[in-house]
């Protein structure tokens, strides 16, 4: 028998093994002989680098270490779920899903929601090529590295038909046990110890030595799939069962359930059983079985309007407020933030609770001195929940006293009527608003300023060289340059990008002034209505209002902006520094090609990003939609489409891959 034979079939005996005892939960060895097949292995290996295959069982010790991470683009978005927190939201989050899909005997897979960190995992061919975490929902880190070392996770499937492509999503967590002997050892060093389980698999999974992560107790449990090639079942629940067949972990709590009572039923049972679980859970996820029907109900926002996380009633604890202070963030909004005297709760000490505005303070009741119940909202945001009123001492209370001016420029503090919140009036001058209003100003959807980070806008401010955005035009090579880590090289590259970045859009301008609730859609929006930065800077409230998606609140925002000086002079400095775009030009019904079709884009593409192409095609007069349905005019394929392009197919709906859709928009 050769070298790489035996190397072969030893690396597949403990595959077998690995499988047994993580995915089947019944291992036919004992631990003393898996490691005598792993050492004669590692020998092997020694003695034949060569042969070392990256998808050995050996590969999950770590290798070399990394200096930082690279960004990975999801190709399909990594959304967030909308939690409810009581039965009746629960109830009518089903109900929606059962009217949609016209079918009382709508089935839900029902699974325990892992207190972990989200990851995504690709497989090609059947190996793990590449694993990244969720990120932002678009980008994430590529922690293929790290990944690989966690231990009941394969490096290779088993089982027929792999896919060609599969993207695996999930977990990554950290045992009970695996933690408490993490946290033991810890100690033991004389480091500081890990407060909960899922910070500990958090930094984990982001050690830029993979040695470190190899010997840390993480764990994997998949729940659903990305992009994929080939069939895959139209059931979510017969997803997960298929990827446990491909060797994949999956949770045994995953149930596919009929019924409001029989969902609510698995809530309580998993509730009782949680303090006896090996991992931690802070709820329950509900998803509507039928894939079908999930392209359906589609998404709203950030979140999939096909699943729900109910979670458990937060931990509490008492606590005393010792005073409240007042913060500012970048849109000038004033939150007073209790100061606690610090608690244990829900895994983490406490010593701050958002109070959020002046509103909920009355609400409340609450004074400085008082007895008070905190508790972390979804067992993350920490609030003060209730004030123990019957504990009060007159002698040690006092009331808070919201301020009638800025507390960090002194600035007037105004509220908009019908808004809970006071805002600082200081705009763009306001220290506590600069550096954040100057980065969103530089960020990529804006005026897309590159060389120009959230560090070096924090030194630039720190240094005085820069107190609003219209100063980063009059900077030179020779003040950049003079800064820490910053050569000659670098600051002629920023004072290019800030060169370029002059020639913009009126939407992309508009959005980059961080105006209130003002977003893309909304800038593009009042760009294509208006045409020019003088008619939005004198439109009144009711005018504005006349613009799509433009409310009460949000024409309010706009109309105050434009009436405070200093907000004028920030714009009329930016002009005059040279910014500047193309007029819009009025736009008749005849040269909108594309108005009264609609359009569905998925899939991903190399030429043009997705919401470039959406933009495109709204400029053009075009709807485009989030799911497919027989008004769709129009499906927009690119790579690993999925169900989106499948269910055009059934429907004969027209279909265009990336070269057809570039060509239309280019005739």
């Known amino acids: 028998m050769t070298v790489k034979t035996q190397i072969k079939e030893l690396s597949e005996l403990l595959e077998e093994y690995n499988y047994q005892y993580y995915v089947l939960d019944d291992p036919s060895v004992s631990d003393s002989e898996y490691d005598h097949i792993f050492q004669k292995l590692q020998k092997l290996e020694r003695e034949n680098p060569d042969l070392i295959s990256p998808n050995s069982p050996t590969q999950k010790v ?9 960004q990975v683009t999801h190709r399909i978005p990594m959304l967030s779920l909308d939690n409810v927190f009581e039965a009746q939201a629960l109830t009518d989050f089903m109900q929606r899903a059962i009217d949609k899909s016209a079918n009382a005997e709508t089935a839900f897979c029902i699974e325990p929601k892992l207190d972990g960190l989200a990851a995504s995992i690709i497989y090609e061919n059947g190996l793990l090529v590449q694993a990244a975490t969720r990120g932002d929902g678009q980008t994430g880190e590529n922690v293929t590295e790290n990944v690989k070392t966690i231990a009941n996770l394969p490096l290779k499937l088993r089982g027929e038909n792999i896919p060609p492509l599969l993207e695996v999503r999930g977990e990554v967590f950290m045992l009970k046990a695996g933690f408490n002997k993490l946290n033991e050892g810890l100690i033991k060093a004389g480091e500081k110890p890990f407060v909960n389980p899922r910070n500990a698999a958090a930094g984990s999974l982001r050690q830029l030595d993979s040695k470190v992560a190899a010997s840390r107790p993480l764990a994997f449990y998949c729940y659903g799939v ?50 006896n679980l090996a991992y931690e859970i802070d709820g329950v996820v509900y998803k509507v079985d039928n894939i079908s029907v999930q392209d359906k109900l589609g998404f709203v926002a950030r979140a999939p309007r096909w699943a729900s996380a109910y979670k458990f009633p937060a931990e509490e604890a008492v606590t005393v407020v010792e005073n409240v202070e007042f913060q500012v963030g970048r849109t000038g909004a004033i939150t007073p933030v209790a100061k606690l005297q610090p608690v244990f709760v829900g895994g983490v000490t406490v010593s701050n609770a958002t109070l959020h505005n002046k509103d909920e303070i009355e609400r409340l009741g609450i004074l400085i001195g008082d007895q008070v119940v905190v508790r972390r909202a979804g067992d993350v945001i920490p609030q003060v929940a209730r004030v123990l009123a019957d504990k009060r001492d007159p002698e040690t209370t006092r009331e808070i006293e919201f301020p009638t001016v800025c507390p960090v420029c002194q600035s007037s503090v105004e509220r908009i009527e019908g808004e809970a919140t006071v805002r600082c009036a200081g705009g763009l001058y306001c220290e506590a608003q600069r550096k954040e209003a100057i980065k969103h100003f530089a960020s990529r959807k804006a005026l897309d300023i590159d060389g120009l980070g959230n560090k070096l806008v924090e030194l630039l401010v720190d240094q005085k060289m820069i107190q609003d955005p219209a100063q980063l035009f009059s900077l030179t090579t020779a003040q950049v340059s003079s800064l820490p880590r910053m050569g000659e090289t ?5 004072i290019n990008s800030l060169q370029v970045s002059k020639k913009t859009t009126l939407a992309r301008f508009l959005y980059s002034l961080g105006i209130r609730e003002v977003g893309e859609a909304t800038a593009n929006n009042l760009a294509s209505h208006y045409k020019t930065i003088e008619a939005i800077e004198s439109a009144g409230i009711e005018d504005l209002k006349s613009v799509s998606d433009v409310g009460e609140i949000v024409a309010k925002h706009i109309y105050y ?44 593409f190399d030429k043009m990003s997705r919401s470039d192409i959406k933009l495109a095609l709204q400029a053009l007069g075009a709807k485009v939609a989030g799911s497919v349905s027989k008004k769709t005019s129009t499906v927009v394929a690119g790579e690993a489409a999925g169900s989106k392009l499948t269910k055009a197919q059934e429907l004969g709906i027209n279909i265009m891959d990336e070269d057809a859709i570039l060509t239309l928009l280019n005739s």
């Not at 670098?490 to 920023?494: E, F, H, Q, T, V």
């Not at 005059?576 to 569905?600: R, Y």
């Open 226 to 275: 990305g992009v994929f090639a080939g069939d895959f079942p139209d059931s979510q629940f017969e997803r997960i069962q298929q990827l446990k067949g491909w060797g994949l972990p999956v949770s045994e709590e995953v149930k596919r359930v009929v019924g409001n009572d029989n969902c609510q039923a698995y809530y309580q049972a998993i509730q009782k059983k949680r303090p």
């Open 561 to 604: 902006f434009f009436r405070q000086p200093h907000n004028i002079e920030v714009v009329s400095k930016l002009i005059a520094a040279g910014i500047h775009w193309q007029e819009i030009a009025e736009v008749k019904e005849s040269e909108l090609p594309l108005l009264g079709q609609t359009f569905v884009i998925t899939g991903s």
């Open 490 to 494: 670098s600051a002629k590259k920023l």
């Open 62 to 70: 770590g290798g070399i270490a990394l200096t930082k991470f690279e």
